[in-house]
């Protein structure tokens, strides 16, 4: 054997060496990939349920607002008559009763004053 064949084999056992050291690293991070894919997997299967359930409450509230917005609408509309409606007795009894409360006023003033006659002092 000569001095190229000695340092071919010794060149040989330290690349070996060197792909053992290097398998290592690489059969962990195989594992890890593993791992990772068990991982995406279950998040997955609980995910699904989890959306189900999120698109069914998000209809229900859809339907919800929807009949909230129909009260809105309906206790809108009832306040503007009730409005209108407060309007219309103050247009047709208001007048009246300021005519009457006029006149009911005017009457107590001659009656009440006609007794006794003070003259009014100017300021």
């Known amino acids: 054997m000569s001095g190229g064949d000695i340092a071919g084999l010794i060149a040989a ?9 290097l398998a290592i690293p690489v059969l962990k991070l195989g594992k890890v990939f593993d791992e990772l894919r068990v991982t995406i997997r279950s998040v997955s299967e609980g995910t699904t349920p ?6 069914t409450t998000v209809s229900t509230t ?5 009949k909230v917005d129909g009260i809105t609408n309906n206790v809108s509309d009832a306040s503007a ?5 407060s309007s219309l007795v103050a247009a ?6 300021i005519k009457v409360a006029a006149f009911s006023y005017g009457v107590r003033s001659a ?3 006609r007794g006794k006659h003070t003259p009014r002092r100017s300021k």
């Open 81 to 85: 008559n009730i409005s209108a409606l």
């Open 111 to 113: 009656f009440g004053g």
């Open 13 to 21: 056992g330290v690349f070996a060496v060197l792909v053992a050291l």
């Open 50 to 55: 989890l959306i189900d359930e999120v698109t």
């Open 62 to 66: 859809n339907s919800q607002l929807r």
């Open 92 to 97: 047709t009894l208001g007048a009246p009763l």
